[in-house]
């Protein structure tokens, strides 16, 4: 039997007004993987930062007995120095620095105010091998892609000892081939001893890579899986993480009728604006009829999102070229208004980026893309405003205790809907939804596919980016596959399958 | 329950009352001095050129904590133009004021297309104004006058329309259009109070409790009244409190009520967002700054005619004064929030705080420190309590 490493004892933690931890028991063995589930919102964050001493010893009640001792943090360098390092979700890089000096920021290599400088680039390169990097660690944060960055910051903690690696959300922002990669690259840390615990809500990498998976729920611990002893999937983790089974995770659309091609979009071609030779999308056509969900698979920098952007009134790319016909009739877009008015709706992947004014309350961010509904002349009517807020809050079931809440303090799904609503009240014919789910939890995804295929039912065209391939499969009408900015296959839903998508991935790829 | 509304109304007016309780302070420590007419009569005349410009930067620190460094600057050029114009040129005071008018508004529109178009960070194209503008106003005077300041003394009727009282009467004796405007506009705030309150309840939304509204329109209508009265006795109304009332007003309606209002709000939120929304955020920027010249404009035609004279000290760190009214009036400095009340309330409390100190004959150095205090403060106490909040 393994040796315990960690254990967390009846760990209550209160905000004023919300218990966010209720008497949460988690026991870590020397290792293993442990596994964190659950929902957003459940505590998985708030329990890691009570570990890692954000929050310290005195703020919480019950104990964390590591290695065999009670541990009091009262900061986050006490329990780096015990071993216990916590790689957030968040990539806390500094782009214009090196890999080196990031690798050792606040703990810089050298004597006492004078770093040195080879000690530091030879040790980041040792650090860099270990987790399989070949980059040199002089080259800058920003010249590498997401993927490395992420193994940067798996090295960074490395550097700093750790025994215990925490992982939270790590392949949140990571394609398939490197999630899959950094995954592997946990299971070989495992053997060589290291012990983890990894928060995720793509259930299907939990499944992969966990020894244990210990579920939270509403602050408190429901169930410890046991990934060795009994056959665990997804759908067992689920009915843990939302107290049910969900027999369906896709809403099923019945009863829809295609209607005309409502945008039809044909070799089109956007060059990248800072990189003049760059072509991101690479002659691509696509048409949407009334009524339909069209799923676009690609891996992240397929250039989906480029695609979707060049298209929602130029608001990405150079030299853009190639033709858009919007109910038969071709037209030209020259900035976001006039692909507002022509009734399209872009629905961004990135909702705090460039989506939502996350200081502003619900009510304006709700009316911002369609200002001439709520006003005359120039000038708000605050009833209708408010009113039209309220409206789409009810139809969305968007959860805040009024509309006047800012946005930022919503969860993610929460956030997401308001997006949604924002676009909807622009009463768009065509609306390009990029990544609608991401960073939402099972429950929240599902309300959003129903709203997908509400839309669809009311003969509006939807176009899902996504880069999760169950859900392209299971919303999707017709697939369109990108791959390195071009259109390498498409497919119809019946039958479209994991494999025959990434065949015509690998295919296209060794097309090259 | 109770107690916490009243720490909530308490905190939500904090400037408010501190602006009360300085004022209570200068009261007691001048013996009684700050509390005559006269020296509610300077409140006015010598503030009104920040509330002005306040109103001006207001729009562009709401657009991401942008501000405007040349608008002093620009004002000591612009009083040259002005005074060179009337008095070595000969020109009306009516043509005058639209050829400044005009030239406002090319740098205005030059300015802006700097920012918005050419992407030049706000504060680095206005600090080239902040030393150009001083030079050339300064070059200008003294070519065209051996004392290096022009008066414009002669031009009553620049003066009538920039200075000076509306239906004066003499000092000490109860001017009674004075008064006849307080109670008109007691009567106005308390009506448009109730029926605002009325209509949210017609409409079935929250509105605020009944003793709440009238403990608001009594302390309104007392301010007001008090106002009145010790204007009446100084005089009567001066003219540019009508300037400033109607510049208040209007940006008011514009940052509360208005679509392009609305979208100086969100880009200081979230530029990207507000542009994928199909706002033209350029256009936005543009504004911002071409605003801001054109009520440098107006503050340069008070200044002046408060001076009598362009020289070419005028509009000294009025830059500064503008953004010191906006911070302490809990406008961000990053953009995204604030509104015009609460830059009122932090022009009148530095225009207090200077006026007391002036009469307290406190040194023109310390007062300086007395501001810079003043200004951290309020940024300390705003992010404070914003921290508490999240």
């Known amino acids: 039997m393994a040796k315990e490493l960690l254990r967390m004892d009846h760990i209550t933690k209160t905000f004023p007004g919300v218990k966010a931890l209720d008497n949460v028991n988690l026991t870590v063995e020397e290792g293993e993987i442990h596994a964190l589930v659950g929902e957003n919102g459940a505590g998985k964050s708030t329990l890691m930062n009570v570990l890692s001493g954000i929050y310290p010893y005195g703020t919480y009640e019950g104990d964390i007995i590591y290695n065999g001792e009670v541990c009091k943090f009262q900061k986050i360098k006490d329990s780096e120095e015990k071993g216990i390092v916590i790689i957030h979700q968040e990539l806390a890089l500094v782009p214009q620095m090196s890999i080196g000096e990031n690798m050792f920021l606040g703990n810089e290599r050298g004597k006492k105010n004078a770093i040195n400088w080879n000690e530091t680039y030879g040790e980041a390169d040792k650090y860099l091998k270990m987790v399989g990097l070949s980059e040199s660690s002089r080259v800058l944060i920003k010249d590498i892609g997401t993927g490395k960055q992420q193994l940067v910051e798996i090295a960074k903690a490395l550097a700093k000892h750790a025994k215990l690696l925490i992982l939270d959300e790590p392949t ?194 709700t009316s911002l893309a369609n200002m001439k509904g709520v006003s005359e002349k120039g000038i708000i009517d605050k009833d209708k405003e408010y009113a039209v807020a309220v409206e789409y809050q009810g139809k969305l079931k968007t959860k805040a205790p009024t509309v006047e809440q800012n946005v930022g303090n919503l969860s993610g799904g929460n956030q997401q809907k308001v997006l949604l609503a924002k676009w909807m009240f622009t009463d768009p014919d065509i609306l390009i939804l990029d990544e609608p789910t991401r960073g939402i939890d099972v429950g929240a995804k599902y309300e959003i596919y129903c709203i997908i295929n509400d839309l669809a039912k009311a003969g509006k065209s939807v176009i899902m980016i996504s880069s999760e391939m169950p859900e392209i499969l299971g919303m999707s009408d017709r697939i369109y596959i990108m791959n390195e900015g071009k259109f390498v296959g498409e497919l119809n839903a019946e039958e479209a399958s994991q494999e025959k998508i990434m065949a015509n991935i690998l295919q296209a790829g060794k097309g090259e | 329950m109770a107690n916490k509304n009243v720490v909530a109304v308490l905190k939500k007016n904090a400037m408010l009352i501190v602006l009360v309780l300085v004022f209570i302070f200068f009261t007691v420590t001048t013996g009684g001095q700050m509390f005559q007419p006269m020296n509610f009569n300077a409140l006015i005349t010598q503030n009104a050129y920040v509330f002005v410009l306040a109103s001006g930067m207001l729009m562009c620190m709401l657009t991401g904590g942008n501000i405007d460094l040349s608008c002093g600057a620009f004002v000591c050029f612009l009083g040259a133009v002005g005074s060179i114009l009337m008095m070595t040129k000969g020109l009306s005071p009516f043509l005058s004021i639209i050829l400044m008018m005009i030239v406002g508004i090319i740098y205005g529109c030059a300015l802006g297309y700097l920012i918005a178009y050419v992407n030049i960070p706000p504060w680095i194209a206005t600090l080239a104004g902040f030393l150009a503008f001083r030079g050339w106003g300064t070059a200008l005077l003294s070519a065209n006058s051996s004392t290096g300041s022009i008066s414009i003394a002669a031009q009553k009727g620049f003066l009538a329309i920039f200075s000076g009282k509306v239906f004066s009467s003499p000092v000490g004796k109860l001017n009674t259009v004075c008064m006849i405007a307080g109670v008109i506009a007691s009567v106005a705030v308390v009506f448009l109070s109730f029926r605002a309150r009325s ?144 830059m009122v309330v932090g022009a009148t409390l530095i225009g207090v705080i200077n006026l007391g100190m002036s009469l307290m004959g406190v040194d023109a150095n310390w007062q300086k420190v007395v501001k810079g205090v003043v200004l951290l403060a309020a940024v300390v106490f705003d992010i404070l309590a914003d921290k508490k909040k999240s």
């Open chain 2, 199 to 342: 209509i949210k309840i017609k409409k079935g939304y929250a509105a605020e409790s009944m003793a709440s509204l009238l403990i608001k329109c009594v302390l309104s209508v007392a301010a007001i009244m008090l106002f009145a009265y010790k204007l009446a006795l100084a005089g009567g109304i001066p003219t540019v409190l009508i300037w400033v009332v109607v510049i208040v007003l209007i940006y008011n309606f514009i940052t509360a009520r208005t679509t392009i209002g609305r979208y100086f709000y969100t880009i200081g939120g979230n530029k990207e967002a507000t542009r994928l929304s199909g706002v033209d955020t350029k256009k936005i920027m543009f504004l911002a700054y071409l605003n801001m010249a054109i009520l440098t404009v107006i503050a340069t035609y008070i200044v002046t005619a408060r001076f009598q004279a362009a020289n070419s000290t005028a509009g000294t760190n009025y830059e500064m004064d503008a953004i010191a009214a906006c911070v302490v009036g809990g406008v961000s400095a990053y953009g995204g929030a604030g509104n015009v009340f609460g």
């Open chain 1, 172 to 365: 949140s922002s990571l394609n398939e081939t490197d999630s899959r990669a950094l995954l592997d690259l946990m299971l070989e840390f495992k053997k060589q001893g290291m012990t983890m615990i990894i928060i995720s809500h793509k259930l299907n990498e939990v499944v992969y890579v966990a020894d244990k998976i210990t579920v939270i729920r509403d602050g408190s611990t429901v169930e410890t899986l046991d990934c060795h002893s009994m056959e665990i999937d997804e759908s067992r983790i689920i009915r843990g993480m939302v107290g049910r089974e969900l027999t369906n995770r896709f809403p099923k659309r019945e009863g829809v009728k295609l209607g005309d091609i409502n945008m039809e979009v044909a070799n089109w071609t956007v060059y990248h604006p800072l990189y003049a030779e760059r072509k991101v999308v690479d002659n691509v056509s696509l048409n949407v009829r009334k009524g339909e969900v069209v799923g676009i698979y690609g891996l992240m920098g397929a250039g989906r999102t480029e695609l979707a952007m060049s298209i929602f009134g130029k608001s990405y790319g150079a030299d853009i070229t190639g033709t858009l016909k919007i109910n038969g009739k071709e037209i030209e877009l020259k900035d976001p208004r006039e692909a507002i008015d022509a009734k399209l709706a872009y629905v961004t992947e990135d909702r705090k980026g460039n989506g939502l004014v996350l200081s502003n309350p619900i009510r304006v961010n």
